[in-house]
């Protein structure tokens, strides 16, 4: 059996809105007004330490790589998707995929439930902004 993405009907102006929405979505999502508090506690991570890493780089590495998702993400939804297609694969691909992946890393890496439901419900959130954005402006 042979696997083929097509990226060549891939609108790479809605991967590219979808990937700045992500992004948006992520420093909404991990801010201190909903998950960021939690998720720092739950990471052992002192925030005031963070402004001593190299922020410009975390947030182009982090650009990027939600850019390679929405490129493969477009390319598999294909030039046709519905709203409601794109949300249910997002759905499936952020659970599925992306949830039960950090799952097993969580369980050997003995990470909290609350830390994982944080994340992977950020995962599945964005892979479904994704998906819509990208099935709605191609």
Same mark, same amino acid.
């Given at each position: 059996?042979?696997?083929?993405?097509? #990226?060549?009907? *891939? /609108?790479?102006? !809605?991967?590219?809105? !979808?990937?700045? !929405?992500?992004?948006?979505?992520?420093?909404?999502?991990?801010?201190?007004?909903? #998950?960021?508090?939690?998720?720092?506690?739950?990471?052992?991570?002192?925030?005031?330490?963070?402004?001593?890493? /190299? @922020?410009?780089?975390?947030?182009?590495?982090?650009?990027?790589?939600?850019? =390679?998702?929405?490129?493969?993400?477009? !390319? @598999? =939804?294909?030039?046709?998707?519905?709203?409601?297609?794109? =949300?249910?694969?997002?759905?499936? *691909?952020?659970?599925? #995929?992306?949830?039960?992946? @950090?799952?097993? /890393?969580?369980?050997?890496?003995?990470?909290?439930?609350?830390?994982?439901? @944080? /994340?992977?419900?950020?995962?599945? *959130?964005?892979? +479904? &902004? +994704?998906?819509? &954005?990208?099935?709605? =402006?191609?």
């Amino acid at each position: 059996m042979e696997i083929t993405i097509n #990226f060549s009907y *891939v /609108n790479w102006i !809605a991967v590219l809105v !979808a990937t700045i !929405a992500t992004f948006l979505l992520g420093g909404i999502w991990y801010s201190p007004a909903l #998950f960021g508090k939690p998720w720092a506690a739950a990471n052992g991570i002192d925030l005031s330490g963070v402004r001593q890493r /190299n @922020i410009a780089l975390m947030f182009f590495l982090a650009f990027l790589l939600h850019w =390679l998702s929405a490129s493969l993400l477009a !390319a @598999i =939804l294909g030039p046709n998707a519905t709203i409601s297609y794109a =949300l249910n694969v997002g759905a499936l *691909v952020g659970a599925f #995929f992306v949830m039960t992946s @950090i799952g097993v /890393n969580y369980i050997f890496e003995n990470r909290g439930v609350k830390l994982w439901l @944080i /994340n992977g419900g950020y995962h599945i *959130v964005s892979f +479904m &902004l +994704m998906a819509a &954005l990208i099935a709605r =402006l191609t």
